[in-house]
């Protein structure tokens, strides 16, 4: 069945370093794909999305990246600081009905 | 600023007792879907609403049930909590492709 999964479930970085996420995801007909910050006790929140036609999309300190050859998708963040400690989800829009397929998430930890 | 609700945000129950997990978004979207996260992974689609009227089940097998009868409110029922049930329940709304999340509520099942 469709999946999306991620590659590390932790990762710590220092202050000011900059933070890679990455994510596979194995249904090739998705064209659309988000990336959520989860903060503890609170819902998932938007970050930064992507469309299939497209190979990377920046924001402000983010940067997403997808790789539809080996159906991978990566969340880069610049300057990683203190207030990005969070876990990060990509999810994959499926079908005509909006439904959202996450993947596990990989919780960022960013030490002084 | 949340524009979509839920209620209660924590809850403790006994075994047995029967509960409603409420949802309320005012943004007058059509779709609303019902996700199960234990603690630190993924989110698991259990129910969604394409509108007034329509309810299906999602990717996770779940006892619970909802229903729709105005397009603002997507409450959730578990008619007989058990321990398995404890876990965290957000609500989402969507329009077009933007998802809205409420916080969640988080049940604990003693």
């Known amino acids: 069945g469709e999946s999306v999964g991620l590659h590390l479930p932790t990762l710590s970085v220092q202050e000011g370093d900059n933070s890679i996420i990455n994510c596979a995801y194995s249904n090739s007909a998705s064209d659309y794909f988000i990336w959520y910050k989860q903060e503890s006790g609170k819902g998932p929140q938007f970050i930064i999305d992507i469309r299939s036609n497209m190979d990377k999309r920046q924001g402000q300190r983010v940067t997403v990246l997808l790789n539809k050859t080996v159906k991978h998708l990566s969340l880069q963040i610049a300057a990683t600081q203190p207030g990005d400690s969070a876990v990060y989800f990509c999810?994959?829009?499926?079908?005509?009905?909006?439904?959202?397929?996450f993947g596990a998430g990989t919780r960022l930890a960013v030490h002084p | 600023e949340a524009d979509i609700y839920q209620t209660p945000r924590y809850l403790v129950i006994g075994t047995g007792k029967k509960i409603t997990l409420e949802c309320s978004q005012t943004m007058g979207h059509d779709k609303m879907y019902w996700y199960q996260q234990d603690p630190g992974m993924e989110l698991h689609l259990i129910h969604y609403?394409?509108?007034?009227?329509?309810?299906e089940k999602g990717d996770l097998s779940s006892e619970s049930t909802v229903s729709r009868i105005r397009t603002e409110h997507f409450p959730l029922t578990l008619e007989s909590a058990r321990p398995s049930h404890t876990s965290q329940y957000l609500c989402?709304?969507?329009?077009?492709?933007?998802?809205?999340f409420g916080s969640g509520t988080r049940l604990t099942v003693v």
């Open positions: 609403s394409y509108g007034v009227n329509s309810t």
């Open positions: 989402a709304s969507s329009e077009n492709q933007g998802y809205t």
């Open positions: 999810a994959e829009v499926s079908g005509g009905y909006n439904k959202l397929i």
